[in-house]
């Protein structure tokens, strides 16, 4: 990522399968004034080259010509790295060393002019050769000792063994210290030292004369000797990746290296001059000064992401992506080319470049959906937009109509109940049929219950659904508690191949005879609800065959419930009224609601005109709030505790870390109580919170009875839905204010409160909300008014109330699931 | 060849598949090749090798911190300042974000996020999830290379050549903080708690386990002993957890005294005045990183922001070409270029960028961005109907965007319908409580309503 790019003009590909590394690039002034290349590579050939770099009229510098390549030469060892020096006595010419695992030679290279225009001949004989007794990995050369006329050799092994050689001779070698794997080494002629990167991440350096003392002169090593002592060490930390020494115009040098993750300069005595973060990962780098006074150091940086970077001292100077990624980066002095890169890539492509000051423009591909036909996107956009239009605006009807006509869904429940279930009570069997009509792509089907009755297979899922499928689920009860409704609701969820996400609903009753069975009549009930028809009574064997096996035409039918013995229904029917009554409240619930679907279906219109069952329900109402905050109190008990617990288990952790050790017996103690204490309250909380649901359960079935009352008494027909949804134990007084607030608000200041959700704290408050709201939705034991007075404003509200009412249902619930943990199926 | 040097020559082109290969050839014929193992090592870890100062990611809070935050801190020593103090409203992810219009800047085009795609191809990733892959393959092939609850710790601690590189392993292939710490421990005591490294290392350990007082304390030990960037950094990243902005600046002085114009701890210093609401402070750092380093597309992409808050879309939209030009090709990026091009009048260009911010954008979060931005185009073009399906599409995308859900309800409002502009301000309120917009508006409803009455 640059703006610029660097400018390749001269560049070879090596073609043969060989590898490259970091030290198989030279640049080096053998036998001519500009700078040639030699590389040697892993697979043994050694190639010096010489970029012509002739300028051509057009001011373009010519490209590769056969006659840049001075000599190939194939050598049967691998070529590791390759050097150049005054390595023969006697002689100050330049020549070129190579290493091999095995041997370390040398090489001169003998120019002989032709007489015709063949140009030149070139030939590298071998001026002499050492054998190495330990694979080498690298070599630095220099004058060591201070001799600064000839250049000796200096070759690592692969296991840190130095091997001095004096140009045709061996001098000595010794091990260096702390050593596991070898890391680039280079010579320090001002302070005559070498400098190499431990194994424990540190640069070290190390003076010749150390070396020399601590060596052995015999080339039979014996991996002991004497310990060197370094002359300084600086700690890195990180791996080294390559390392270079410089020194500038003023003779002062600068030891760089390059890390994984920072470049640092440093001074001959090991002092760091800066240090550069690198917030990418280098591959290579080269370090050079200028002549021109400057205190400075550059040096190019090659990323992984083929960018080169180029810093004088820490400031980027320039920045230019490189076509390649090379494993060796290094400058050359080139006739008309000053300061040219050479760059030479793992695979043997030698690239020699400038770097260019023209930025390369980033180009983007176009986009796809370029052209565009206004007059027909903007007929496209009305038609669509008048779709929208018609969808906003019939917000009410989000349901799906179309839903139904591409999944059918049936329910069906067998009346039969059969008993192969192992426990007490019978069971119901309820099938879902679908019938796709086109292909959907996943389908859920779940059916959901009122607590204490259950499913055996609560959910199932579909892909790919083409044809019919019958879920199949089994209904029965799960514990003896009484049950607030005999509806099971399904719930068919369905995506279509398109992505079009769909809900179905359908819902259906349960046979009562799953709850009750019939049993003696009995006589004095405590509680009695008279239902009113506008017809004459159909017979109680019309409405309950199942109950009554002999056609009697008896107009009294005594029922149990089948989870709890003791309670009794009877229903009896008189004149045009029945009359429904038990000794308990909690199971007419089902059977009223039941009672009543069935007059519907039969066509007959359903009141009930007696006081509804407020104080009873207020009764049930404490009870419920009695046992909540009985739960909340437990609840708070053991986040108490629980709190003490991490306390103490902290506490006991810093006794640990303490330096003076104390005993720690008191802590333990301490852990332990609490310990028992927390699971005393857990197991207290747990079968309190059983209590609990017990209560709401039987909260619930007169919540479902007061609804069902509601309904049939005189109440406008578009309060009943969100009125059912009110009648719910937990967010009742939320609700209840919402309703006041908005539908039921006789004043627009009213309106215009935003009912939040609280936690109930008094119960009279909420006594007092029921009573308004009952009172202002006209129960008729409410003071009578005309009713159409107030009926009109309702209507005219109604028409926003989808989003509200949603929304004041749906927020509250999220909420109250978060306060409690009890897990509520009444929502 | 000598097959060693083949694995180091491997090591060395970052071929570490091969390189370990090799050594696992190496270390069949004899398996008790130390320096053969290390590389190995080496190599496994330079796999999945992540630097840990890049990516953010806090470890959740254990149950045993012990290190609570003052709630309620004197002004400007806390970065959990009023969101009213600042100049800018800000997103959940903190990032300065206006709350009529904004670029993309959560994501920060072409900073950090982008460095990270682009320079380190391993670190999109979280850390864990490479490293569990990693060695997961490893293990089927032929049992893990390194049985950690079979090693010696205090043997290798006292080895200084394999104990750095034993520890990365432990630390980034393992992802075993435990062990690592263990081994860091034993190294420094076995140091003479004199090396440097493996304080900080320590307090890598600490930082990783919730302990980020240790961790600081380890931090501070070693910068007595060595000054290095990296240190500093941690210690910036450590006090910024503990929510001492104060402190961490205190540091970034210290580290630019040892390190004058360095680029990672400007940044820092310049990320903490954003943080802090000081955003010409934070500018002056940004030029001072671009000086230094003119490459850096985190630093000229907030100078760019900076210009575009000042209400100057012109100098920004040309800090934005600059890093267009430099090669970065993002949603983000784009969708900026289009706002600067909106707010600067250049209305052509203005669809055009936006048209490729949202081809380019891939994350739900960008794409509802840019649709929301879109819905300012139509404002500003007057098509309300177009602003409103705008809004939508951004609300279908990312249901929770309250910014999106406020402007929704302006415009129904604007169109006659109070009451489902009261719901909706709800529910900008609800999806960001702190979002100041949604309360005023409701209140105004509120108030007008009861004028009225």
């Known amino acids: 990522m640059s703006l610029f790019k660097s400018r390749p003009f001269w560049s070879i590909i090596c073609d043969v399968d060989e590898k490259f590394d970091q030290n198989c690039l030279e640049i080096s002034k053998v036998n001519d004034e500009t700078d040639r290349i030699i590389i040697g590579s892993h697979a043994g050939i050694l190639r010096i080259y010489q970029p012509s770099t002739e300028v051509k009229e057009d001011s373009v510098i010519s490209e590769f010509q056969p006659s840049d390549l001075l000599i190939e030469k194939i050598f049967p060892d691998p070529i ?36 015709t225009e063949h140009g030149t001949q070139n030939s590298l004989p071998l001026i002499y050769e050492h054998k190495l007794k330990r694979s080498a990995s690298n070599f630095c050369l220099g004058s060591f000792g201070g001799v600064l006329t000839r250049d000796f050799i200096c070759v690592q092994s692969l296991d840190g063994l130095l091997t001095f050689f004096e140009q045709e001779s061996f001098a000595f070698c010794c091990f260096l210290p702390e050593f596991l794997l070898p890391a680039p080494l280079i010579y320090v002629q001002k302070s005559d030292s070498f400098v190499t990167a431990s194994s424990s991440w540190c640069l070290t ?169 206004y007059e027909e996107a903007e007929a496209e956009l009305l038609s669509l937009s008048k779709i929208i239009r018609n969808y906003y605006s019939s917000d009410t009807k989000l349901v799906n109509a179309t839903a139904e006509k591409e999944l059918q869904v049936f329910v069906s429940i067998n009346p039969h109940l059969n008993s192969d279930m192992p426990d007490l009570y019978q069971s119901c069997q309820v099938l879902v049929t679908l019938m796709p009509n086109i292909i959907l792509e996943e389908v859920q089907v779940s059916t959901t219950v009122s607590k204490p009755i259950k499913c055996t297979n609560e959910i199932a899922f579909y892909k790919n659904l083409t ?114 009554s038990s000794d308990c409240l909690t199971i007419l619930s089902a059977i009223i609601l039941n009672l009543a679907g069935k007059l519907k279906k039969q066509g007959c219109s359903v009141s009930y005109n007696n006081s509804l069952l407020i104080s009873e329900l207020f009764l049930f109402v404490k009870e419920h709030f009695d046992q909540l905050q009985v739960v909340k109190t437990l609840q708070t008990n053991l986040s108490l505790l629980s709190g003490q617990f991490r306390a103490i288990q902290k506490r006991l952790i810093s006794k640990f870390k303490d330096k003076n050790p104390t005993p720690l017996s008191n802590m333990e103690m301490l852990l332990e109580e609490t310990y028992v204490r927390i699971i005393n309250c857990g197991t207290q909380l747990e079968s309190e919170l059983k209590t609990l649901s017990k209560t709401q359960i039987t909260l619930s079935c007169l919540l479902h009875l007061i609804s069902t009352l509601i309904g049939l008494t005189d109440v406008d027909k578009n309060v009943l839905p969100i009125l059912d949804t009110v009648f719910c134990p937990y967010v009742l007084k939320t609700s209840l204010c919402y309703l006041l607030h908005t539908i039921l608000s006789r004043s627009e200041g009213e309106k215009i409160k935003i009912t939040t959700f609280e936690e109930v704290k008094d119960v009279k408050e909420l006594e007092l909300h029921v009573r308004l709201v009952l009172d202002r939705i006209k129960v008729p034991n409410a003071i009578s008014e005309n009713p159409k007075e107030n009926v009109e404003p309702v209507i005219e509200d109604h028409k926003l109330m989808p989003v509200g009412s949603t929304f004041a249902e749906y927020r509250p619930k999220v909420a109250s699931a978060k306060k409690r943990v009890i897990p509520s199926n009444y929502e | 060849m000598e097959p060693f040097y083949l694995a180091l020559s491997y090591y060395r082109r970052r071929n570490f598949d091969k390189c370990a290969e090799t050594c696992t050839e190496i270390l069949d014929k004899q398996p008790l090749d130390q320096a053969a193992w290390c590389l190995k090592m080496k190599a ?93 393959i490893y293990s089927q092939r032929d049992g893990p290379f390194i049985q950690v609850s079979r090693l010696n710790l205090t043997k290798y601690a006292k080895q200084p050549c394999l104990s750095k590189p034993l520890f990365e392993y432990l630390f980034y292939h393992e992802g075993d903080v435990r062990n690592a710490m263990e081994l860091a421990v034993q190294a420094t005591q076995a140091n003479h708690f004199e090396d440097w490294w493996w304080k900080v290392q320590l307090a890598k350990c600490y930082n990783a386990l919730n302990l980020i007082r240790d961790s600081e304390q380890q931090l501070r030990s070693a910068l007595k ?125 203005t669809m055009a960028c936006l048209q490729r911010a949202l081809d380019l954008a891939i994350s739900n979060q960008i794409k509802a961005e840019v649709w929301y931005n879109l819905s300012h185009v139509a404002i500003a073009a007057g098509d309300v109907e177009l602003a409103m399906q705008c809004l939508s599409i951004c609300l279908v995308i990312d249901p929770t965007h309250a910014p999106a859900f406020n402007n929704i309800a302006i415009l129904q409002y604007k169109s006659g319908r109070a009451n489902l502009a009261k719901a909706y301000f709800t529910t900008a309120k609800n999806l960001q409580e702190n979002m100041l917009e949604p309360q005023k508006n409701l209140e105004y409803l509120q108030n007008k309503y009861l004028t009225v009455e």
């Open chain 1, 80 to 115: 590791l790295q390759i050097s150049t020096g005054r390595l023969v006595s006697g002689s100050t010419q330049l020549y070129v060393a190579v290493l091999y695992p095995k041997s370390v030679a040398v090489y001169g290279l003998v120019t002989k002019e032709g007489s």
């Open chain 2, 44 to 136: 496994l870890t330079k796999r999945v090798y992540i630097d840990d100062l890049d990516s953010e990611e806090v470890i959740a809070g254990d149950f045993l911190d012990n290190d609570t935050v003052a709630s309620a801190p004197r002004p400007g020593t806390s970065m959990k300042v009023e969101e009213m103090l600042k100049s800018r409203p800000r997103s959940t992810t903190g990032r300065p974000i206006s709350g009529i219009n904004r670029p993309g800047t959560q994501a920060r085009p072409g900073s950090s996020i982008e460095r990270l795609k682009t320079a380190r191809p391993l670190t999109g990733q979280s850390v864990r999830a490479i490293r569990l892959g990693t060695a997961a």
């Open chain 2, 225 to 349: 002993q060595h000054n290095h960037i990296e240190t500093y950094i941690r210690l910036i990243r450590i006090y910024l957890r503990l929510d001492q902005p104060l402190s961490a600046l205190e540091v970034c002085k210290a580290g630019l005294t040892a390190f004058p114009n360095d680029v990672s701890i400007s940044t820092e210093v310049a990320r903490l005045y954003e943080e802090l609401g000081d955003a010409t402070m934070s500018v002056k750092h940004y030029r001072n990183i671009v000086i230094e380093d003119a490459m850096n597309t985190e630093a000229i992409a907030c100078i760019g922001v900076y210009h575009f808050y000042n209400n100057q879309p012109e100098l920004a939209l040309r800090y934005y070409r600059r890093v267009l030009a430099m090669g970065v090709h993002s949603a983000e990026l784009y969708n900026n270029l289009g706002l600067c091009c909106l707010y600067s009048q250049q209305l052509d260009l």
């Open chain 1, 467 to 580: 044809q019919k499928t019958v879920f199949e689920t089994k209904i029965y009860i799960e514990e003896p508690l009484p049950c607030p409704s005999l509806k099971v609701e399904v719930i068919v969820s369905c995506i279509s191949n398109l992505g079009v996400p769909k809900v179905i609903r359908k819902t259906a009753e349960l046979p009562l005879k799953l709850l009750l069975s019939s049993s003696e009549t009995i006589k004095d009930h405590k509680h009695k609800i008279v239902l009113n028809v506008d017809k004459e009574v159909f017979s109680l064997s019309q409405l309950f065959p199942e109950f009554l096996y002999e056609s009697s035409t008896t107009n009294k039918i005594g029922l149990k419930s089948n989870t709890d013995f003791e309670r009794t229904v009877s229903v009896a029917a008189r004149g045009n009224q029945y009359q429904i």
């Open chain 1, 205 to 373: 350096s190390f003076r010749y004369k150390h070396l020399s003392e601590a060596g052995h002169n015999s080339n039979d090593d014996d991996g002991t000797g004497t310990r060197v002592k370094s002359t300084w060490s600086y700690n890195m930390g990180e791996e080294l990746i390559d390392l270079q020494y410089t020194i500038d115009f003023n003779n002062i040098g600068y030891i760089v290296a390059l890390g994984t993750r920072n470049l640092y300069c440093l001074s001959e005595n090991g002092i760091a001059k800066f240090i550069k973060r690198l917030d990418y990962t280098p591959i290579c780098f080269f370090a050079y000064t200028l002549g021109d006074g400057e205190n400075a150091v550059w040096s190019c940086v090659v990323s992984e992401t083929t960018t080169l970077l180029i810093y004088m001292n820490t400031t980027l100077k320039w920045a230019a992506q490189l076509s390649n990624l090379p494993v060796a980066i290094k400058r050359a002095f080139f006739k008309n080319v000053q300061g040219a890169l050479v760059l030479l890539t793992e695979d043997g492509r030698l690239i020699c470049s400038y770097l260019g000051t023209e930025p390369h423009l980033f180009s983007t591909t176009p986009l796809a959906h370029q052209e565009l036909d």
